[in-house]
Protein backbone atom coordinates (compact mmCIF):
# COMPACT_ATOMS: atom_id res chain seq x y z
CA UNK A 1 0.00 0.00 0.00
CA UNK A 2 3.10 2.25 1.10
CA UNK A 3 5.07 1.05 -1.78
CA UNK A 4 1.75 1.71 -4.03
CA UNK A 5 1.60 5.24 -2.69
CA UNK A 6 5.08 6.09 -3.60
CA UNK A 7 5.38 4.75 -6.54
CA UNK A 8 2.41 6.49 -7.59
CA UNK A 9 3.99 9.74 -6.43
CA UNK A 10 6.88 9.54 -8.41
CA UNK A 11 5.33 8.57 -11.48
CA UNK A 12 3.45 11.61 -10.96
CA UNK A 13 6.91 13.63 -10.30
CA UNK A 14 8.46 12.27 -13.24
CA UNK A 15 5.26 12.92 -15.15
CA UNK A 16 5.48 16.34 -13.88
CA UNK A 17 9.53 16.92 -14.91
CA UNK A 18 8.69 15.17 -18.14
CA UNK A 19 5.64 17.56 -18.77
CA UNK A 20 7.99 20.73 -17.80
CA UNK A 21 10.42 19.95 -19.97
CA UNK A 22 8.01 18.80 -22.90
CA UNK A 23 6.13 22.60 -22.12
CA UNK A 24 9.87 23.84 -22.41
CA UNK A 25 10.37 22.32 -25.46
CA UNK A 26 7.32 23.95 -26.90
CA UNK A 27 8.30 27.29 -25.46
CA UNK A 28 11.81 27.38 -27.19
CA UNK A 29 10.85 26.34 -30.41
CA UNK A 30 7.93 28.58 -30.69
CA UNK A 31 10.21 31.35 -29.78
CA UNK A 32 12.80 30.58 -31.93
CA UNK A 33 10.14 29.70 -34.75
CA UNK A 34 10.23 32.60 -37.03
CA UNK A 35 14.06 33.27 -36.85
CA UNK A 36 14.71 29.82 -37.23
CA UNK A 37 12.79 29.49 -40.46
CA UNK A 38 13.89 32.88 -42.07
CA UNK A 39 17.39 31.95 -41.63
CA UNK A 40 16.93 28.13 -42.85
CA UNK A 41 14.85 29.52 -45.55
CA UNK A 42 16.88 32.61 -46.87
CA UNK A 43 20.30 31.77 -45.67
CA UNK A 44 20.76 27.84 -44.93
CA UNK A 45 18.46 26.81 -48.03
CA UNK A 46 19.18 30.04 -50.01
CA UNK A 47 23.26 29.38 -49.90
CA UNK A 48 23.24 25.62 -50.20
CA UNK A 49 20.92 26.39 -53.32
CA UNK A 50 23.32 28.89 -55.09
CA UNK A 51 26.08 26.76 -53.89
CA UNK A 52 24.28 24.06 -56.44
CA UNK A 53 23.25 26.55 -58.79
CA UNK A 54 27.53 27.35 -59.12
CA UNK A 55 27.69 23.82 -60.10
CA UNK A 56 25.11 24.38 -62.89
CA UNK A 57 24.54 25.61 -66.60
CA UNK A 58 21.58 27.71 -65.42
CA UNK A 59 20.30 30.50 -67.50
CA UNK A 60 17.79 31.93 -67.10
CA UNK A 61 16.30 29.55 -64.78
CA UNK A 62 17.26 28.67 -61.30
CA UNK A 63 16.16 24.73 -61.55
CA UNK A 64 19.00 22.49 -60.66
CA UNK A 65 20.07 19.73 -62.68
CA UNK A 66 22.05 21.04 -65.62
CA UNK A 67 25.55 19.66 -63.84
CA UNK A 68 28.75 21.67 -65.57
CA UNK A 69 31.45 20.67 -63.00
CA UNK A 70 33.20 24.00 -62.25
CA UNK A 71 33.00 25.15 -65.55
CA UNK A 72 30.99 28.42 -64.16
CA UNK A 73 34.32 28.97 -61.67
CA UNK A 74 36.21 28.43 -65.04
CA UNK A 75 34.55 30.82 -66.62
CA UNK A 76 34.43 33.26 -64.39
CA UNK A 77 38.37 33.49 -62.70
CA UNK A 78 39.25 33.76 -66.65
CA UNK A 79 36.49 36.58 -67.41
CA UNK A 80 38.53 40.14 -67.95
CA UNK A 81 35.79 41.66 -66.33
CA UNK A 82 35.95 39.54 -63.44
CA UNK A 83 39.48 40.10 -62.84
CA UNK A 84 39.38 43.40 -63.37
CA UNK A 85 36.49 44.17 -60.88
CA UNK A 86 38.95 41.92 -57.79
CA UNK A 87 41.52 44.39 -59.09
CA UNK A 88 39.14 47.72 -58.61
CA UNK A 89 38.23 45.96 -55.52
CA UNK A 90 41.51 45.32 -54.12
CA UNK A 91 42.58 49.03 -55.06
CA UNK A 92 39.47 50.60 -53.39
CA UNK A 93 40.37 48.55 -50.02
CA UNK A 94 43.86 49.56 -50.49
CA UNK A 95 42.34 53.90 -50.51
CA UNK A 96 39.39 53.74 -48.18
CA UNK A 97 40.22 51.41 -45.01
CA UNK A 98 42.92 52.83 -44.23
CA UNK A 99 41.95 56.53 -44.80
CA UNK A 100 38.64 56.05 -42.98
CA UNK A 101 40.65 54.29 -40.23
CA UNK A 102 42.91 57.26 -39.67
CA UNK A 103 40.16 60.22 -40.10
CA UNK A 104 37.56 58.28 -37.73
CA UNK A 105 40.40 57.78 -35.14
CA UNK A 106 41.44 61.84 -35.24
CA UNK A 107 38.28 62.46 -35.00
CA UNK A 108 37.56 60.49 -32.10
CA UNK A 109 40.78 61.67 -30.32
CA UNK A 110 39.93 65.97 -30.80
CA UNK A 111 36.26 64.79 -30.05
CA UNK A 112 37.17 63.19 -26.97
CA UNK A 113 39.58 66.13 -25.95
CA UNK A 114 37.77 69.06 -26.14
CA UNK A 115 36.35 70.55 -22.70
CA UNK A 116 32.96 71.92 -24.13
CA UNK A 117 31.09 71.28 -27.30
CA UNK A 118 32.07 67.32 -27.78
CA UNK A 119 28.37 66.64 -28.18
CA UNK A 120 28.25 69.06 -30.69
CA UNK A 121 31.42 67.94 -33.04
CA UNK A 122 30.10 64.06 -32.37
CA UNK A 123 26.86 64.86 -34.09
CA UNK A 124 27.99 66.76 -36.44
CA UNK A 125 30.50 64.10 -37.89
CA UNK A 126 28.17 61.37 -37.07
CA UNK A 127 24.88 62.83 -38.34
CA UNK A 128 26.02 61.83 -42.32
CA UNK A 129 25.87 58.20 -41.29
CA UNK A 130 22.17 58.78 -41.27
CA UNK A 131 22.30 59.73 -45.28
CA UNK A 132 22.29 57.04 -47.68
CA UNK A 133 24.54 56.21 -50.19
CA UNK A 134 22.19 56.90 -53.01
CA UNK A 135 21.38 60.72 -51.83
CA UNK A 136 25.20 61.44 -51.09
CA UNK A 137 26.14 59.77 -54.46
CA UNK A 138 23.83 62.42 -55.84
CA UNK A 139 25.31 65.36 -54.53
CA UNK A 140 28.62 64.36 -54.97
CA UNK A 141 28.04 63.26 -58.54
CA UNK A 142 25.71 66.74 -59.31
CA UNK A 143 26.69 69.47 -56.80
CA UNK A 144 30.71 68.66 -55.92
CA UNK A 145 32.52 66.66 -58.45
CA UNK A 146 30.17 67.61 -61.50
CA UNK A 147 33.23 68.18 -63.97
CA UNK A 148 31.28 71.71 -64.48
CA UNK A 149 32.91 75.13 -63.39
CA UNK A 150 29.35 75.64 -61.51
CA UNK A 151 30.70 72.41 -59.41
CA UNK A 152 32.14 73.07 -55.69
CA UNK A 153 35.40 71.16 -56.43
CA UNK A 154 36.22 73.42 -59.77
CA UNK A 155 35.18 76.54 -57.99
CA UNK A 156 37.46 75.46 -54.78
CA UNK A 157 40.23 74.92 -57.26
CA UNK A 158 39.40 77.52 -59.60
CA UNK A 159 40.23 80.29 -57.02
CA UNK A 160 44.06 78.80 -57.41
CA UNK A 161 44.03 79.44 -61.16
CA UNK A 162 43.15 75.52 -62.14
CA UNK A 163 41.22 74.86 -65.08
CA UNK A 164 37.86 72.13 -64.53
CA UNK A 165 38.50 69.54 -64.12
CA UNK A 166 36.13 66.02 -65.74
CA UNK A 167 36.55 64.48 -62.13
CA UNK A 168 34.51 61.59 -63.38
CA UNK A 169 34.94 61.31 -66.63
CA UNK A 170 38.32 60.04 -67.63
CA UNK A 171 40.35 56.92 -66.63
CA UNK A 172 43.44 58.87 -66.72
CA UNK A 173 44.22 60.44 -64.82
CA UNK A 174 42.14 58.44 -62.34
CA UNK A 175 40.28 61.16 -60.17
CA UNK A 176 36.99 59.19 -60.20
CA UNK A 177 38.74 57.32 -56.70
CA UNK A 178 39.02 61.14 -55.44
CA UNK A 179 35.23 61.07 -56.08
CA UNK A 180 34.50 57.18 -54.41
CA UNK A 181 36.47 57.43 -51.86
CA UNK A 182 35.43 61.12 -50.38
CA UNK A 183 32.00 59.67 -50.68
CA UNK A 184 32.41 56.92 -48.42
CA UNK A 185 34.77 58.52 -46.09
CA UNK A 186 31.83 61.45 -45.24
CA UNK A 187 29.41 58.97 -44.65
CA UNK A 188 31.11 56.12 -42.47
CA UNK A 189 33.88 58.52 -40.70
CA UNK A 190 31.37 59.00 -37.95
CA UNK A 191 29.89 55.92 -37.36
CA UNK A 192 33.62 54.66 -36.52
CA UNK A 193 34.41 57.06 -34.88
CA UNK A 194 31.34 56.42 -32.66
CA UNK A 195 33.37 53.09 -32.05
CA UNK A 196 36.83 54.66 -31.15
CA UNK A 197 34.99 56.82 -28.53
CA UNK A 198 33.49 54.04 -26.93
CA UNK A 199 37.24 52.45 -26.87
CA UNK A 200 38.66 55.53 -25.47
CA UNK A 201 36.10 55.92 -23.02
CA UNK A 202 37.40 52.74 -21.84
CA UNK A 203 41.06 53.69 -21.19
CA UNK A 204 41.02 54.72 -17.29
CA UNK A 205 42.62 58.56 -16.56
CA UNK A 206 45.53 56.74 -14.15
CA UNK A 207 47.23 55.58 -17.35
CA UNK A 208 47.36 59.23 -18.40
CA UNK A 209 48.35 60.25 -15.32
CA UNK A 210 50.66 57.42 -14.41
CA UNK A 211 52.86 58.34 -18.04
CA UNK A 212 52.80 61.96 -16.88
CA UNK A 213 54.60 60.84 -14.22
CA UNK A 214 57.08 58.38 -16.25
CA UNK A 215 58.04 61.37 -17.82
CA UNK A 216 55.29 60.89 -21.02
CA UNK A 217 54.92 64.64 -21.53
CA UNK A 218 53.58 65.19 -25.42
CA UNK A 219 50.42 64.06 -26.47
CA UNK A 220 52.20 62.18 -29.31
CA UNK A 221 54.45 60.06 -26.63
CA UNK A 222 51.01 59.22 -24.39
CA UNK A 223 48.67 57.92 -27.89
CA UNK A 224 52.12 55.80 -28.41
CA UNK A 225 52.80 54.27 -25.48
CA UNK A 226 49.11 54.21 -24.41
CA UNK A 227 46.19 55.24 -26.11
CA UNK A 228 46.88 52.86 -29.08
CA UNK A 229 48.14 50.04 -27.42
CA UNK A 230 44.82 50.04 -25.47
CA UNK A 231 42.81 50.89 -28.60
CA UNK A 232 44.21 47.73 -29.74
CA UNK A 233 40.53 45.46 -30.03
CA UNK A 234 38.48 48.68 -31.06
CA UNK A 235 41.43 49.04 -33.84
CA UNK A 236 40.77 45.33 -35.05
CA UNK A 237 37.11 45.58 -34.70
CA UNK A 238 36.97 48.78 -36.83
CA UNK A 239 39.82 47.50 -39.52
CA UNK A 240 37.66 44.09 -39.79
CA UNK A 241 34.38 46.00 -39.86
CA UNK A 242 35.83 48.79 -42.81
CA UNK A 243 37.44 45.50 -44.87
CA UNK A 244 34.16 43.82 -45.04
CA UNK A 245 32.12 47.11 -46.09
CA UNK A 246 34.40 48.04 -48.70
CA UNK A 247 34.79 44.74 -50.50
CA UNK A 248 30.67 44.77 -50.48
CA UNK A 249 30.44 48.23 -52.32
CA UNK A 250 28.01 48.73 -54.42
CA UNK A 251 25.70 51.79 -54.08
CA UNK A 252 27.88 54.62 -54.86
CA UNK A 253 30.04 52.53 -57.73
CA UNK A 254 26.37 52.00 -59.45
CA UNK A 255 25.44 55.61 -58.49
CA UNK A 256 28.22 57.54 -59.99
CA UNK A 257 29.85 55.82 -62.38
CA UNK A 258 26.78 53.67 -63.34
CA UNK A 259 26.77 49.77 -64.13
CA UNK A 260 23.49 48.75 -64.67
CA UNK A 261 22.58 49.23 -68.36
CA UNK A 262 25.78 50.30 -69.23
CA UNK A 263 27.63 47.62 -67.89
CA UNK A 264 25.68 44.67 -70.10
CA UNK A 265 26.20 46.73 -72.88
CA UNK A 266 29.83 48.10 -73.41
CA UNK A 267 32.90 47.99 -71.52
CA UNK A 268 32.73 51.95 -70.65
CA UNK A 269 33.04 52.10 -67.11
CA UNK A 270 35.50 53.31 -65.36
CA UNK A 271 35.66 51.18 -62.58
CA UNK A 272 33.16 48.31 -61.70
CA UNK A 273 33.88 46.46 -58.52
CA UNK A 274 32.67 42.10 -57.96
CA UNK A 275 29.01 43.00 -56.09
CA UNK A 276 28.14 45.93 -60.05
CA UNK A 277 29.53 42.60 -62.13
CA UNK A 278 27.17 40.14 -60.34
CA UNK A 279 24.53 42.52 -60.21
CA UNK A 280 24.84 42.62 -64.38
CA UNK A 281 25.60 38.94 -64.59
CA UNK A 282 22.71 37.63 -62.76
CA UNK A 283 20.19 40.67 -63.61
CA UNK A 284 21.22 41.35 -66.85
CA UNK A 285 22.31 38.10 -68.65
CA UNK A 286 19.81 36.05 -66.00
CA UNK A 287 23.15 33.78 -65.52
CA UNK A 288 22.43 32.65 -62.07
CA UNK A 289 24.85 30.17 -62.45
CA UNK A 290 27.68 32.60 -63.31
CA UNK A 291 26.78 34.79 -60.59
CA UNK A 292 26.09 32.22 -57.95
CA UNK A 293 29.74 30.93 -58.72
CA UNK A 294 30.64 34.50 -58.20
CA UNK A 295 29.24 35.39 -55.00
CA UNK A 296 31.02 32.32 -53.35
CA UNK A 297 34.20 33.53 -54.80
CA UNK A 298 33.70 37.25 -52.88
CA UNK A 299 32.37 35.15 -49.75
CA UNK A 300 35.25 32.67 -49.47
CA UNK A 301 37.98 35.98 -50.33
CA UNK A 302 35.95 38.53 -47.78
CA UNK A 303 36.52 35.50 -45.01
CA UNK A 304 40.20 34.94 -46.06
CA UNK A 305 40.69 38.83 -45.84
CA UNK A 306 39.31 39.03 -42.57
CA UNK A 307 40.93 36.02 -41.24
CA UNK A 308 44.47 36.70 -42.22
CA UNK A 309 43.82 40.53 -41.13
CA UNK A 310 42.57 38.89 -37.86
CA UNK A 311 45.89 36.66 -37.81
CA UNK A 312 48.21 39.80 -38.68
CA UNK A 313 46.97 41.78 -35.73
CA UNK A 314 46.08 38.77 -33.26
CA UNK A 315 42.50 38.69 -33.27
CA UNK A 316 41.30 38.06 -29.94
CA UNK A 317 44.60 38.36 -28.01
CA UNK A 318 43.89 40.41 -25.15
CA UNK A 319 44.95 44.44 -25.35
CA UNK A 320 48.00 43.81 -22.58
CA UNK B 1 48.91 81.39 -23.24
CA UNK B 2 50.26 78.07 -23.35
CA UNK B 3 46.82 76.59 -22.57
CA UNK B 4 44.85 79.33 -24.88
CA UNK B 5 47.19 78.38 -27.90
CA UNK B 6 46.64 74.64 -27.00
CA UNK B 7 42.32 75.15 -26.90
CA UNK B 8 42.79 77.10 -30.13
CA UNK B 9 44.62 74.07 -31.61
CA UNK B 10 41.86 72.04 -30.72
CA UNK B 11 39.08 73.96 -31.72
CA UNK B 12 40.22 75.17 -34.88
CA UNK B 13 40.39 71.78 -36.81
CA UNK B 14 37.40 70.69 -35.10
CA UNK B 15 35.54 73.81 -36.66
CA UNK B 16 37.09 73.95 -39.54
CA UNK B 17 36.15 69.72 -40.34
CA UNK B 18 32.91 70.35 -38.76
CA UNK B 19 31.97 72.73 -41.73
CA UNK B 20 33.57 70.63 -44.03
CA UNK B 21 31.28 68.00 -43.10
CA UNK B 22 27.91 70.24 -42.64
CA UNK B 23 28.64 70.83 -46.47
CA UNK B 24 27.20 68.43 -48.25
CA UNK B 25 23.99 68.67 -46.68
CA UNK B 26 23.41 72.83 -47.18
CA UNK B 27 24.37 71.66 -50.48
CA UNK B 28 21.38 69.91 -50.60
CA UNK B 29 19.31 72.15 -49.43
CA UNK B 30 20.78 74.80 -51.65
CA UNK B 31 20.15 72.86 -55.17
CA UNK B 32 16.66 72.09 -54.02
CA UNK B 33 15.51 75.56 -53.86
CA UNK B 34 17.31 76.74 -57.02
CA UNK B 35 15.12 77.24 -60.31
CA UNK B 36 16.81 75.24 -62.90
CA UNK B 37 18.02 77.81 -65.20
CA UNK B 38 20.22 78.61 -61.98
CA UNK B 39 21.23 74.96 -61.35
CA UNK B 40 22.01 74.92 -64.84
CA UNK B 41 24.14 77.83 -64.80
CA UNK B 42 27.64 77.05 -65.72
CA UNK B 43 29.21 79.47 -62.63
CA UNK B 44 29.44 78.29 -58.76
CA UNK B 45 26.66 79.96 -56.54
CA UNK B 46 27.34 79.17 -52.45
CA UNK B 47 23.76 81.85 -52.34
CA UNK B 48 20.92 81.02 -55.34
CA UNK B 49 20.16 84.68 -56.08
CA UNK B 50 16.42 83.80 -56.17
CA UNK B 51 14.56 81.22 -53.87
CA UNK B 52 11.65 78.54 -54.64
CA UNK B 53 9.85 76.43 -53.15
CA UNK B 54 8.03 74.80 -56.40
CA UNK B 55 10.05 72.01 -56.89
CA UNK B 56 8.68 70.34 -54.36
CA UNK B 57 5.45 71.04 -55.64
CA UNK B 58 6.55 69.85 -59.35
CA UNK B 59 8.47 67.00 -57.97
CA UNK B 60 4.86 65.21 -56.72
CA UNK B 61 3.26 65.94 -59.97
CA UNK B 62 6.32 64.31 -61.79
CA UNK B 63 4.56 61.41 -63.51
CA UNK B 64 8.17 60.15 -64.53
CA UNK B 65 9.60 60.18 -61.12
CA UNK B 66 6.89 57.87 -58.43
CA UNK B 67 8.01 60.21 -55.65
CA UNK B 68 4.93 60.12 -53.49
CA UNK B 69 4.50 56.11 -53.95
CA UNK B 70 8.59 55.75 -53.24
CA UNK B 71 7.88 57.60 -49.93
CA UNK B 72 5.47 55.23 -49.09
CA UNK B 73 7.01 52.32 -49.98
CA UNK B 74 9.63 53.10 -47.86
CA UNK B 75 7.65 54.19 -44.66
CA UNK B 76 5.97 50.71 -45.13
CA UNK B 77 9.15 48.45 -45.58
CA UNK B 78 10.92 50.07 -43.02
CA UNK B 79 8.38 50.09 -40.41
CA UNK B 80 7.80 46.75 -41.09
CA UNK B 81 11.21 45.89 -40.60
CA UNK B 82 11.84 47.56 -37.57
CA UNK B 83 8.82 45.85 -35.68
CA UNK B 84 9.31 41.96 -36.98
CA UNK B 85 13.26 42.40 -37.27
CA UNK B 86 13.27 43.65 -33.25
CA UNK B 87 10.38 41.19 -32.17
CA UNK B 88 11.78 37.65 -33.97
CA UNK B 89 15.15 38.65 -32.73
CA UNK B 90 14.28 39.75 -28.96
CA UNK B 91 12.35 36.31 -29.07
CA UNK B 92 14.69 33.99 -30.26
CA UNK B 93 17.59 35.89 -28.02
CA UNK B 94 15.02 35.21 -24.87
CA UNK B 95 14.58 31.39 -25.93
CA UNK B 96 18.30 31.16 -26.58
CA UNK B 97 19.22 32.59 -23.05
CA UNK B 98 16.56 31.87 -20.91
CA UNK B 99 14.73 28.58 -21.81
CA UNK B 100 16.84 25.43 -21.05
CA UNK B 101 16.61 22.67 -23.72
CA UNK B 102 18.95 20.20 -24.86
CA UNK B 103 20.92 21.09 -28.40
CA UNK B 104 20.34 24.91 -27.50
CA UNK B 105 24.08 25.92 -27.94
CA UNK B 106 23.90 23.98 -31.18
CA UNK B 107 20.99 26.33 -32.02
CA UNK B 108 22.92 29.33 -31.14
CA UNK B 109 26.30 28.07 -33.21
CA UNK B 110 23.57 27.93 -36.33
CA UNK B 111 22.20 31.11 -35.67
CA UNK B 112 25.98 32.75 -35.43
CA UNK B 113 27.32 30.62 -38.48
CA UNK B 114 25.35 32.72 -40.84
CA UNK B 115 27.05 35.70 -39.68
CA UNK B 116 30.10 34.40 -41.63
CA UNK B 117 28.71 35.06 -44.52
CA UNK B 118 28.61 38.66 -45.85
CA UNK B 119 25.32 39.97 -46.43
CA UNK B 120 25.34 41.65 -49.78
CA UNK B 121 26.98 38.97 -51.03
CA UNK B 122 24.15 36.47 -50.97
CA UNK B 123 21.92 38.41 -53.14
CA UNK B 124 22.36 36.14 -55.97
CA UNK B 125 20.97 32.80 -53.28
CA UNK B 126 18.23 35.27 -51.75
CA UNK B 127 17.03 36.58 -55.28
CA UNK B 128 16.86 32.54 -56.43
CA UNK B 129 14.86 31.87 -53.10
CA UNK B 130 12.66 34.44 -53.19
CA UNK B 131 12.16 34.07 -56.96
CA UNK B 132 10.64 30.71 -56.82
CA UNK B 133 8.34 31.79 -53.61
CA UNK B 134 6.85 34.41 -56.01
CA UNK B 135 8.52 37.48 -54.49
CA UNK B 136 9.91 39.57 -57.37
CA UNK B 137 8.22 42.62 -57.62
CA UNK B 138 6.28 42.55 -54.25
CA UNK B 139 6.43 44.49 -51.60
CA UNK B 140 7.25 41.66 -49.50
CA UNK B 141 10.14 39.97 -51.69
CA UNK B 142 11.43 43.65 -50.85
CA UNK B 143 10.73 43.19 -46.96
CA UNK B 144 10.46 39.64 -45.51
CA UNK B 145 14.37 38.37 -46.26
CA UNK B 146 15.53 41.62 -44.21
CA UNK B 147 13.73 40.51 -41.09
CA UNK B 148 15.95 37.80 -39.60
CA UNK B 149 18.75 39.34 -38.06
CA UNK B 150 20.83 36.95 -36.61
CA UNK B 151 23.78 39.66 -34.91
CA UNK B 152 20.61 41.18 -33.17
CA UNK B 153 19.55 38.05 -32.19
CA UNK B 154 22.70 37.46 -30.59
CA UNK B 155 22.88 40.69 -28.83
CA UNK B 156 19.60 40.11 -27.31
CA UNK B 157 20.40 36.90 -25.71
CA UNK B 158 23.52 38.72 -24.08
CA UNK B 159 21.20 41.34 -23.02
CA UNK B 160 18.99 38.81 -21.66
CA UNK B 161 21.45 36.86 -20.14
CA UNK B 162 22.67 39.54 -17.55
CA UNK B 163 18.95 39.96 -16.59
CA UNK B 164 18.25 39.15 -12.88
CA UNK B 165 16.82 35.91 -12.35
CA UNK B 166 15.15 37.06 -9.67
CA UNK B 167 12.47 38.86 -11.48
CA UNK B 168 11.81 36.11 -13.54
CA UNK B 169 11.60 33.49 -10.49
CA UNK B 170 9.16 35.83 -8.87
CA UNK B 171 6.97 35.71 -12.17
CA UNK B 172 6.93 31.75 -12.31
CA UNK B 173 6.01 31.65 -8.82
CA UNK B 174 2.83 33.91 -9.34
CA UNK B 175 2.37 31.18 -12.04
CA UNK B 176 3.55 32.99 -14.80
CA UNK B 177 4.61 30.92 -18.01
CA UNK B 178 7.41 31.64 -20.61
CA UNK B 179 5.12 33.47 -22.88
CA UNK B 180 3.93 35.95 -19.77
CA UNK B 181 7.43 35.93 -18.33
CA UNK B 182 8.59 37.07 -21.97
CA UNK B 183 5.88 39.46 -22.48
CA UNK B 184 5.12 41.22 -19.27
CA UNK B 185 8.37 40.99 -17.71
CA UNK B 186 11.32 41.03 -20.10
CA UNK B 187 10.05 43.29 -23.05
CA UNK B 188 8.98 46.18 -20.73
CA UNK B 189 12.19 45.67 -19.23
CA UNK B 190 14.57 45.75 -22.84
CA UNK B 191 13.07 49.07 -23.73
CA UNK B 192 16.48 50.84 -24.30
CA UNK B 193 18.21 47.86 -26.39
CA UNK B 194 15.12 47.45 -28.62
CA UNK B 195 15.02 51.24 -29.25
CA UNK B 196 18.92 50.93 -30.16
CA UNK B 197 18.44 48.50 -32.21
CA UNK B 198 15.04 49.08 -34.08
CA UNK B 199 16.56 52.62 -35.18
CA UNK B 200 19.41 50.58 -36.73
CA UNK B 201 16.94 48.45 -38.88
CA UNK B 202 14.85 51.22 -39.46
CA UNK B 203 17.84 53.65 -41.38
CA UNK B 204 19.04 50.48 -42.58
CA UNK B 205 16.16 49.48 -44.09
CA UNK B 206 15.42 53.20 -45.58
CA UNK B 207 18.64 53.78 -46.63
CA UNK B 208 18.86 50.09 -48.59
CA UNK B 209 19.71 50.14 -52.21
CA UNK B 210 21.15 46.99 -53.64
CA UNK B 211 18.40 44.59 -52.71
CA UNK B 212 15.45 46.75 -53.22
CA UNK B 213 16.83 47.41 -56.83
CA UNK B 214 17.38 43.06 -57.57
CA UNK B 215 13.80 42.83 -56.60
CA UNK B 216 11.25 45.30 -57.00
CA UNK B 217 12.03 46.19 -61.07
CA UNK B 218 7.89 47.63 -60.95
CA UNK B 219 8.46 51.48 -60.59
CA UNK B 220 5.80 50.92 -58.24
CA UNK B 221 7.17 48.89 -55.79
CA UNK B 222 10.20 51.32 -56.07
CA UNK B 223 11.66 52.79 -52.92
CA UNK B 224 12.82 56.23 -52.25
CA UNK B 225 16.31 55.68 -52.87
CA UNK B 226 15.58 53.71 -56.25
CA UNK B 227 13.13 56.61 -57.79
CA UNK B 228 16.34 58.99 -56.78
CA UNK B 229 18.87 56.52 -58.58
CA UNK B 230 16.43 56.21 -61.43
CA UNK B 231 16.21 60.03 -62.10
CA UNK B 232 19.96 60.36 -61.52
CA UNK B 233 20.93 57.94 -63.95
CA UNK B 234 18.90 59.35 -66.69
CA UNK B 235 19.16 61.59 -69.19
CA UNK B 236 18.30 65.55 -68.87
CA UNK B 237 17.69 65.58 -65.06
CA UNK B 238 15.92 68.62 -63.29
CA UNK B 239 18.48 68.71 -60.66
CA UNK B 240 16.45 70.91 -58.27
CA UNK B 241 13.48 68.70 -58.43
CA UNK B 242 15.96 65.82 -57.85
CA UNK B 243 17.15 67.59 -54.87
CA UNK B 244 14.06 68.32 -53.51
CA UNK B 245 13.17 64.17 -53.62
CA UNK B 246 16.50 63.64 -51.81
CA UNK B 247 15.91 66.16 -49.00
CA UNK B 248 12.28 64.87 -48.26
CA UNK B 249 14.29 61.51 -48.19
CA UNK B 250 16.63 62.43 -45.66
CA UNK B 251 15.08 64.70 -43.59
CA UNK B 252 12.90 62.17 -41.78
CA UNK B 253 16.18 59.93 -40.98
CA UNK B 254 17.96 62.86 -40.11
CA UNK B 255 15.26 64.25 -37.57
CA UNK B 256 15.22 60.62 -36.49
CA UNK B 257 19.24 60.67 -35.77
CA UNK B 258 19.61 63.95 -34.16
CA UNK B 259 16.28 63.01 -31.32
CA UNK B 260 17.46 59.79 -30.62
CA UNK B 261 21.05 60.52 -30.87
CA UNK B 262 21.52 58.51 -27.73
CA UNK B 263 20.09 55.36 -28.49
CA UNK B 264 21.64 54.72 -31.66
CA UNK B 265 25.23 55.34 -30.09
CA UNK B 266 24.25 52.46 -27.87
CA UNK B 267 23.47 50.70 -31.07
CA UNK B 268 26.39 51.65 -32.92
CA UNK B 269 28.72 50.65 -29.91
CA UNK B 270 27.16 47.57 -29.76
CA UNK B 271 27.94 46.59 -33.54
CA UNK B 272 31.58 47.60 -32.56
CA UNK B 273 31.96 44.74 -29.91
CA UNK B 274 31.39 42.35 -33.11
CA UNK B 275 35.12 42.30 -34.10
Redesign the interface.
Known amino acids: MVVGQLTASATRLIGVRRRR?L???V??????A???L??L???????L???L?SFSNARGT?ALGNWVGLENYQTLLESPAFRAALVTIGLFTLFIVPTTFAISLG?AL??N???R?GA??R??????????????????????FNG?????A??LI?NFGAEPVFWIGTARPPWFWLVLVTVRL?LQA??YM??FL??LKEIPRELYEAAHVDGARTGLATFRHITFPLLR??S??????LL?AA??A??EF??IL?G??QAQSGNNILARPP?VY??AV??GQQN?GL??A??FV??LL??LVTLVQGRAFGFGRSAD | MRRRLGTLALYGPLTVLAAIFLVPFYLIVRTAVMTIPQSTSLTWQWFPTSVTLGNFATLFSDPSAPMASGLVNSALISTFTLVFSILFSSMAGYALARIPVRGRNLVLYAVIATLMIPGAVTFVPTYIVVGSLGGVNTLWGIIVPGLFNAFSTFLFRQFYLRFPVEIEEAGKIDGLGYFRVYWHLLLPNSKGIMVALGLLAFMESWNSFLWPLVIGQNPSDYTVQLVISTFLTEQGINLPELFAGACIAVLPVVVVFLIMQRYIVQGVTMTGIRG
Not at chain 1, 27 to 32: D, K, N, Q, V
Not at chain 1, 125 to 140: D, K, N, Q, R
Not at chain 1, 148 to 152: A, E, T, V, W, Y
Open positions: RSSAAFWTFMPLAGLVFKYIAIWGLLVLLVRVPGFFTVFFVPGAVSYVTASLVWKTAILPSGLNAGWGFIIAGNTVAVLLLIFQFDYNGGALLYAQYGSGALAII
